[in-house]
């Protein structure tokens, strides 16, 4: 058997998290010393005034194949998201942001400059459009059973369509 295929891969990748642009006075605010991977802050790729957010992460845990891997532990994943979603939250004061998806990841920096040169234009109208606006979102969580209980004593919709069924 050949060793080197069963070793894991080295050196890192950069996981994106978003495109942004400082508000203000356009000058590069406080980056969050934390990233989705514990021991990888923050760091900024430019090209003109538009930002690549990013940080860098082991290919050991990133690369195709342990991705993969680890995306089917639910609380790998579930770590990460909740980190990548935090990473974008401390950004929202300082930046207007147009966020990446999970796990948005590119072999080296230049990588990430040449996605930014790429898609500049639309980035920056993008980004335009967006600035001064707010991200809100909104989480409902309840008890399925007291639901559908409520809904059949109260709503007459739902008690007419129980009845034709």
Same mark, same amino acid.
């Given at each position: 058997? !050949? ?8 050196? !890192? ?18 980056l ?45 994943t ?13 950004l ?35 980004l ?7 991200e ?6 309840? !008890? ?22």
């Amino acid at each position: 058997m !050949d060793e080197r295929a069963q070793s894991p891969p080295q050196g !890192d990748a950069c996981y994106v998290y978003a495109i942004a642009r400082p508000r203000g006075e356009h000058t590069l605010g406080p980056l969050p010393v934390v990233g989705i991977w514990p021991q990888a802050p923050v760091c900024a790729s430019a090209c003109g005034d538009l930002l690549a957010l990013y940080s860098r992460v082991p290919l050991s845990e990133f690369a195709p194949a342990a991705l993969e891997s680890h995306l089917e532990d639910t609380d790998w994943t579930l770590a990460l998201v909740l980190a990548h979603q935090k990473v974008l939250s401390a950004l929202l004061d300082g930046y207007t942001l147009i966020p990446l998806r999970y796990c948005s990841l590119y072999g080296s920096e230049s990588q990430v400059q040449a996605m930014l040169a790429q898609h500049v234009e639309t980035f920056a109208s993008t980004l335009e459009r967006l600035q001064g606006a707010l991200e809100w979102g909104v989480k409902l969580y309840c !008890d399925r059973r007291s639901l559908v209980e409520s809904l059949a004593a109260n709503s007459p919709t739902f008690q007419a369509q129980r009845e034709q069924i």
